[in-house]
Each structure stands twice: as C-alpha cells, then as structure tokens.
C-alpha cells in the first residue's frame, strides 16, 4: 500500500516495486479490466490467473479475491469482540465494502456507516468485486462518499461505539487520517469504552509510522494503545498490523466467549489468532516500550 516507484504490466504480470523495503511483489494477470483517473485517485482493476481479481489505486494493489479476508477480519472482528456491545459503526474509507460486510456480521450492530471520499472505489467493486458489497443493501447500512475528516468532526459527541479507519497509505487523500487532530475527533465522537481501529501499515517496514500513530492517539487522549500483527500477502513485506486505541478503558481482554461460539463463519479469525495478533515480536516490543 505505500507508493511504488515502477509499476510494470511487461510479459503479463502486475508488479509493484516498493523502495523503502527494497523489495517487489508481482502477480500474474490474464488481462486488464478497467482503469480509469477519478479526482482523487487512479483506479485499475486486473483479472489476475490465481489470485482472482485485483484493484490497484495509485499503482498501489489494494485487494484481491484470494487473500482480501485476512485483511477485512483483522481490521473488524478484534475490535468489535473487544466492545461490550457496538451499536453504532463508523467505518472511515473502506470503498471496496469487504469491511462493513464483516462488521454487519455482528448482529448487535444497529447502524454502520461507511464513508468514503471516492464513490468510484465502490462502484467498481460493486461490479468487479460483489462478493465484498453483499451487505451494501443491508438497512443497517448507510454508504456516505464525502471526506471522512470532515464527517467526523462533525458527529455529536459520544456518539459513536467504534470507529475503523481503512485508508490507504498516509498520502494524498488519506494524509490527514494519521494525526492528533484526526484522532481527537475520534476521542470526542465515541462513548466510553469506545474504540478506534486504524490500518497501520507494514511493522517491517514503517514501524517509525506505528509509533508516531500510538503517540499521537495518546496525544488525544486515548488511554489504552494496542498493535495488532497478520498477514496480508499483496501489500508490501506481506506482514501488515492495525493499532486499537480505547477511550476511558484498557484493551487487555476481548470477549473471548462470543468469539468462541460467534454465529458467522470466518477464514482467518478465532479467538485464538486473536490472542496471537496482540503477541508483539521483541524488536517491536523495544522500539514500542512494552
């Protein structure tokens, strides 16, 4: 997801170079779908020959068939078996809808809302990825394609459960989701105990970054900071984490139980690859001081 310095389609293969890792990550492609320049953002979409299909934004991959629900359950389901009981779900970007499909999985969940600046994102994967958009129709959801910063400055206080920021990299349209600011608006619009969630990159590669983001939540008065760590093959490194911030509680235990007997089926998510996810590697428990 961080920005590529060469993308290349030669001899059937989508490849993005990353620099900062000094490494690469390629797919073999059948064909190009659809590509097009939005006001935000470039938008492509491949027909890939094992991995399904594949969205690139910015010559960024974002999400492919094969391996999107890593990401998805990772970025909803630890979060929300954290919460006692989300009623209210705001979800800040996610276009591709593989989020808040996950999240209206939940049945304590009474109103979801995505927004996302650039309506094309869903639109495309309404058609090229339909499986992600199943829940779109749901009457608990409510799809908003306006700034995301802007809407939650704007929400009544303490009126939101939980908050999932799934944004791109730190650039561009995304840029300002990654600040003390930002994350005070969040602090202000949850109840107690709520909880913000927020893609943080690759623990390889922009640890610098996961830290700034801790420091900054806890700048805005978030007291409780957790890094959660999972595959996530297409991005950068294939090793990927989202940072939970609570307010006014601690993040020491989930609701281990309702995960156990949860009443919807997951690929990747269990209470046990729960516990694992907050289990930090030493390099990261020195540079984070835990």
């Known amino acids: 997801m961080s920005a590529p310095q060469q993308n290349a389609t030669a001899q059937n293969w989508f490849t993005e170079q990353h620099a900062r890792s000094g490494s690469s990550f390629g797919l073999r492609i059948k064909e190009r779908l659809h590509a097009e320049q939005t006001p935000f953002q470039s938008i492509e979409i491949y027909d890939t020959t094992d991995w399904g299909k594949l969205m690139v934004i910015d010559g960024c991959t974002m999400v492919s068939t094969r391996d999107n629900f890593l990401y998805h359950e990772m970025m909803s389901h630890p979060a929300l078996f954290t919460h006692a009981r989300a009623k209210r779900v705001v979800i800040i970007g996610g276009g591709d809808c593989g989020t808040l499909r996950e999240v209206l999985r939940h049945e304590e969940v009474e109103h979801a809302v995505q927004v996302e600046i650039d309506e094309r994102v869903t639109r495309l994967a309404e058609q090229y990825f339909p499986e ?27 009126s939101i459960d939980v908050v999932i920021v799934d944004s791109t990299d730190p650039v561009g349209p995304a840029e300002g989701l990654f600040n003390a600011d930002f994350y005070a608006s969040c602090h202000r619009a949850l109840r107690p105990s709520g909880i913000l969630v927020q893609q943080s990159e690759s623990p390889l590669v922009h640890l610098d970054l996961i830290k700034s983001m801790r420091t900054a939540m806890r700048v805005a008065d978030f007291q409780a900071v957790r890094t959660l760590l999972f595959p996530q093959p297409i991005y950068p490194t294939g090793w990927w984490s989202c940072t939970m911030a609570r307010k006014g509680a601690d993040l020491s235990g989930f609701r281990e139980r309702g995960a156990a007997t949860k009443q919807f089926a997951t690929r990747y998510y269990n209470v046990d690859v729960h516990k694992a996810a907050l289990a930090l590697p030493e390099f990261m428990r020195e540079a984070l001081g835990e």
């Open 132 to 158: 992600l958009c199943e829940s779109n129709a749901d009457p608990r959801a409510e799809l908003l394609f306006i700034d995301g910063i802007k809407y939650m400055a704007e929400q009544e206080p303490e």
